[in-house]
């Protein structure tokens, strides 16, 4: 067997490590398979040398490569040989297999092992068991390098006990000291109760497959619908972006010829009129020639004779003066193009905030929990600001729009079609949509926290235009006696410990609304679970003069 081991090693690749495969010798004396030393030397072409894998000699030109006859003989017969040998060999144990333990000499693989008789045996040394009546009473199972571990170390004798107190197998001997007085059954017994354990423990887990298993593809029906709907909105939301580029375009490209047919308009104007009092100043230039001339005149009868024809002037075909206005010709319709690109940046930078949240509210079936602790909530902060176009005129809005203020005097605030005209009312800037958490302080009188729809009224003294009085705003009121929840007109009094500051939790996707008292602890004074239609606003009413609050930068 060493001489064949060696054999092979002989006339194998150095490359793949297996049997030569059209054996080629090159200048060297190394032998390769002819693909793996033509691989070897295709990847050193760029390098124009070519080297041995092994001795790394190197050669140049490339050698021309021709099959070794002889080696490529001596490899077939090699593999014939092996080839009958293999049934033989096949049969002896190697290193990881259980040998038997009745050969003698080299010793073949063990089939089975006996756990009566404690011994493995071959398929010869085995033949018995099957023969004779005694030993086919012998519980035989696969080959087993473990079978010395059911024999008990202190009475070497066959553990066939277990001992429930200890846990343990042990022989009957032991049963009569150590372990005596001990609850104690066959371990067949055992066996048997702990099979029933396990089979209930397999119909566990293979329920749990199964249900993991629907779970499984539940997630990958997930997974394709996520992808189908993101590649579908990317291409609605470029198609729509795409239209509106060529919306704006075109009125880009209108508003350019207007200006141009203005201008043409315009400088024809001017022109004509340049010309004509081009040809007056010509005319006039004339009579002057003539005036002048009349007046250098020696004759004085020939000069009264001539003045009352020279003397006379026509009348002028424009007025004495042109007023030429300062430079603002086209300069107004800059501005209104101006004004147009703000007012799309407004709408631009508020529907942002809407198309971003509504993106980013997107949830899987593995959604997070909610909110148990104050940091948990701190995790959706949202920074608000206060829209000044939405501002009743008697409040003043500071620190950068996050705080407001019920002042005596009105403001000066521009006419808005989105301002609150009659109640001491302002929305936030930005719309709410997904997860969102924000605190508000509050000083001096009441303060009303609301959650209103961008589309509630604004103009007159509606219910329709008040915070929890109709069905687009949730309201809760806050003053020194307590809190009062709104909605629909209806008032409901909420109970929990005073504070002049409230937090306001937002699920929108889920439709939960939740008031917050805020101080050492965080107690829940409210909680609403409906459905919303639409993005929502943070809005504030104030009722006293001098009272403000303020919304709390939590980030």
């Known amino acids: 067997m060493a001489q064949r081991g060696v054999q092979l ?19 060297c004396g190394h032998s390769y398979c002819m693909n793996c030393i033509k691989e070897h030397w295709d990847g050193e072409d760029q390098k124009r040398i070519h080297s041995c894998p092994q001795c790394r000699k190197t050669f140049k030109p490339r050698p021309v490569l021709q099959k070794n006859i002889m080696l490529a003989e001596l490899v077939e017969d090699l593999k014939k040989t092996e080839l009958q040998a293999a049934p033989t060999d096949h049969c002896y144990a190697g290193p990881e297999d259980v040998a038997c333990d009745v050969c003698t000499g080299r010793k ?56 429930r107190t200890d846990q343990q197998c042990i022989c009957y001997l032991c049963t009569m000291d150590e372990h005596k007085g001990h609850e104690t059954v066959s371990a067949a017994a055992e066996r048997t109760e702990k099979q029933k354990e396990l089979q209930v423990s397999q119909q566990q887990i293979q329920q749990r497959i199964q249900d993991q298993e629907k779970d499984l593809k539940l997630l990958q029906q997930e997974v394709e619908a996520i992808n189908v709907s993101a590649n579908k909105a990317v291409e609605d939301s470029e198609k729509i972006f795409t239209e509106l580029i060529h919306l704006i ?57 001539n003045y009352p024809s020279l003397s006379a002037l026509s009348e002028s075909t424009h007025s004495s003066s042109i007023n030429i206005h300062p430079l603002r010709y086209f300069e107004d319709v ?6 147009l690109r703000d007012k799309l940046q407004d709408i631009l930078r508020d529907t942002w905030t809407n198309i971003s949240m509504t993106v980013t ?13 104050r ?54 800037r930005e719309s709410l949509t997904g997860r969102c958490y924000w605190e508000v302080e509050r000083r001096g009188g009441g303060m009303e926290v609301s959650v209103p729809y961008k589309n509630i009224s604004r103009d007159g003294e509606s219910d329709e235009c008040v915070f929890g009085l109709n069905d687009k705003s949730w309201s809760i009121y806050n003053t020194t006696n307590g809190y009062t929840f709104w909605h629909k007109k209806v008032k409901t009094p909420v109970s929990g410990p005073f504070s002049s500051r409230l937090g306001v939790y937002l699920n929108h996707r889920a439709g939960i609304l939740s008031f917050y008292s805020i101080s050492r602890t965080m107690t829940l004074l409210h909680r609403v679970q409906t459905t919303f239609t639409q993005p929502l606003h943070a809005g504030i009413r104030l009722y006293e003069a001098g009272s403000s609050a303020e919304f709390i930068n939590l980030k």
């Open 9 to 27: 090693e002989s006339i194998s690749c150095s490359i793949c490590l297996d049997l030569l495969k059209d054996p080629v010798t090159i200048p």
């Open 108 to 163: 073949m693989k063990a089939v089975k092992s006996c756990l009566v008789c404690l011994v493995s045996y071959c398929e010869d040394h085995l033949q018995p068991h099957y023969d004779a009546p005694p030993l086919k009473k012998h519980k035989l199972v696969d080959p087993s390098k473990k079978l010395q571990e059911n024999i008990c170390s202190r009475h070497d004798e066959v553990m066939k006990i277990f001992c």
């Open 249 to 305: 375009q075109k009125r880009s490209s209108d508003v350019k010829q207007q200006i141009r047919s203005q201008q043409e308009t315009e400088v024809s104007r001017v022109k004509d009129l340049q010309e004509k009092l081009e040809q007056e100043i010509t005319e006039l230039k004339r009579k002057y020639a003539d005036l002048e001339q009349l007046s250098n005149t020696e004759d004085h009868n020939q000069f009264l004779h």
């Open 334 to 339: 800059t501005a209104a193009v101006s004004e």
């Open 361 to 373: 509210e997107v949830e899987v079936l593995l959604s997070e929990p909610e909110p148990k602790t």
């Open 375 to 428: 940091a948990g909530f701190l995790k959706y902060s949202q920074e608000i600001t206060l829209d000044p176009n939405t501002a009743n005129r008697k409040l003043l809005l500071s620190e950068r729009n996050r705080k407001v203020t019920l002042m005596k005097q009105q403001q000066s605030y521009l006419d808005h079609p989105d301002r609150f005209t009659d109640y001491y009312q302002v929305l936030s």
